[in-house]
């Protein structure tokens, strides 16, 4: 240790409560609390994640196969939970049953609502449905130009297999529209696409 540290570490020792010296602390404090913030953060991502997705898997098989064997009932109580806790998934397969009143009072207004939930995660079964509730009228003011776009975004997302019929969906609400209407939807579509929405 040099002399002329040795003098200053020795003369900042012997001044305990200058203001420099409280902040220097609260700074070292704030920066540890970060730290542990930090490390509870990542551990929650590292394992948290896994307990989670673990639960969406769950309910997000076990809701459409009680649906598929016709227990709508059961299909209801495996889903809602997921879908109250956000997974974009439960909450369109949910969605549509309350559509369609399988194994819930017909919803229209709450499908609607469940599917642009999901939809806004990037569900492509809710961006699809929510786009034929805008065609509907189902739930939400009929609006063929938020139709377009929901279904736009559905066809753009889609898997490779999957593709083709979600275009067919929005070319048939294209036949309705005027060609602004659909230059439009497509304007509302690359917004949503690129995060400016």
Same mark, same amino acid.
């Given at each position: ?80 939970? $997921? +879908? ?6 439960? *909450?369109?397969? @949910? &969605?549509?049953? !309350?559509?369609? =009143?399988? /194994? %819930? #009072? ?11 939930? $999901? +939809? ?6 809710? *961006?699809?449905? @929510? &786009?034929?509730? !805008?065609?509907? =009228?189902? /739930? %939400? #003011? ?11 975004? $559905? +066809? ?42």
């Amino acid at each position: 240790m040099t002399i002329a540290f040795k003098a200053f570490t020795d003369t900042r020792t012997q001044l305990p409560s200058i203001p420099f010296e409280r902040a220097c602390s609260a700074i070292l404090n704030l920066i540890a609390a970060r730290s542990t913030l930090l490390a509870i953060l990542f551990a929650v991502l590292v394992f948290g994640t896994g307990t989670m997705r673990a639960a969406f898997a769950g309910a997000s098989t076990r809701g459409p196969a009680a649906y598929s064997r016709g227990d709508y009932s059961r299909a209801v109580r495996e889903l809602a939970p $997921a +879908a109250s806790r956000g997974n974009p998934r439960a *909450q369109g397969q @949910l &969605g549509f049953m !309350y559509e369609n =009143g399988f /194994g %819930v #009072p017909q919803n229209f207004a709450a499908a609607a609502d469940l599917y642009r939930s $999901a +939809a806004v995660q990037g569900d492509v079964f809710a *961006q699809s449905r @929510l &786009g034929l509730s !805008y065609d509907k =009228g189902h /739930g %939400v #003011p009929k609006n063929v130009i938020l139709s377009y776009k929901w279904l736009d975004l $559905a +066809a753009a997302k889609a898997s490779e297999r999957e593709r083709d019929y979600y275009r067919r969906l929005r070319d048939a609400v294209a036949s309705k529209m005027t060609s602004d209407q659909i230059v439009e939807g497509q304007r509302l579509a690359l917004i949503w696409a690129t995060g400016g929405w």
